[in-house]
């Protein structure tokens, strides 16, 4: 299971998402994709983030309507002896900020069948809503 925490800011128009892996799991479904030394929490290569990013990228989507957000890796680093924390951030325009969002989620999917990820979605502070993914359910929609 993946935990994660998306919090959307529209006074300053952006959004943070933190997740959170088991090292083991995400680091063995990586090196599958993107083979490379092993990862340093303590001082990530490019190699690193260039390969979590693209992982995330591919298995994560953020959407406000049609408009889906760039997210960027802003921080990776261990903060328990097993667990994992990337935090990526994107930049909202007005334009694009309504109040329903689409968010795919299938990361770790391909490794496991059991797997299932959870995102806390956060607007300026407040919980919005518990997101549950799933193989059979991989995006979910929701009114902010």
């Known amino acids: 299971m993946t935990t994660g925490k ?3 800011k529209t006074q300053q128009k952006t959004c943070t998402l933190t997740l959170n892996f088991f090292i083991d799991d995400f680091e063995s479904e990586l090196l599958k994709i993107f083979p490379q030394p092993p990862f340093n929490y303590e001082s990530p290569s490019d190699e690193m983030q260039n390969a979590i990013q693209s992982y995330v990228m591919d298995n994560v989507e953020i959407s406000f309507g049609e408009n889906t957000i760039a997210l960027s890796i802003s ?20 334009s694009v900020l309504t109040n329903v969002i689409t968010i795919k989620n299938t990361l770790l999917f391909p490794s496991f069948n059991k797997q299932s990820n959870i995102i ?21 929609t929701v009114k902010l």
């Open 6 to 8: 998306l919090d959307i």
């Open 75 to 94: 921080n990776i680093k261990k903060i328990e002896d097993n667990v994992c924390q990337v935090t990526l951030s994107g930049d909202i325009n007005n």
């Open 120 to 140: 806390h979605l956060y607007m300026d502070g407040q919980k919005k809503h518990i997101l549950q993914f799933y193989k059979t359910a991989p995006v979910r």
